[in-house]
Nanobody
Framework: QVQLVESGGGLVQAGGSLRLSCAAS????????MGWYRQAPGKQRELVAS???????NYADSVKGRFTISRDNAKNTVYLQMNSLKPEDTALYYC???????????WGQGTQVTVSS
């Protein structure tokens, strides 16, 4: 069973930056597309960035140009560099695989990002 551990969140002022990390156990990490998701209070979880096993990336319009997703398959880790943060980026951030038919691994605890205005 793959386990996901997210880290790197915190409290930052608007305009600041944070780098999130997500470490996955297991040897099958490298063959999977991965995504960063976020869930704000009272809202549904949304996909904000994704990266294929070969490194192709895609972003939600709300974060395009500000967030960068990357991966290090040797470390079984996916990253999310977040720049020019806005208060509306405040949410609990999770990573997970984007598997066939939208399948995913068990969700981790997430890491909280809070952006103050």
């Amino acid at each position: 069973q793959v386990q996901l551990v997210e880290s790197g969140g915190g409290l930052v002022q608007a305009g600041g930056s944070l780098r999130l990390s997500c470490a996955a156990s297991g040897s099958i990490f490298s063959i999977n597309a991965m995504g960063w998701y976020r869930q704000a209070p009272g809202k549904q979880r949304e996909l904000v960035a994704s990266i294929t096993s070969l490194g192709s990336t895609n972003y939600a319009d709300s974060v395009k140009g500000r967030f960068t997703i990357s991966r290090d398959n040797a470390k079984n880790t996916v990253y999310l560099q977040m720049n020019s943060l806005k208060p509306e980026d405040t949410a609990l951030y999770y990573c997970n695989r984007i598997g066939p038919g939208g399948s995913s691994w068990p969700w981790g605890q997430g890491t909280q990002v809070t952006v103050s205005s």
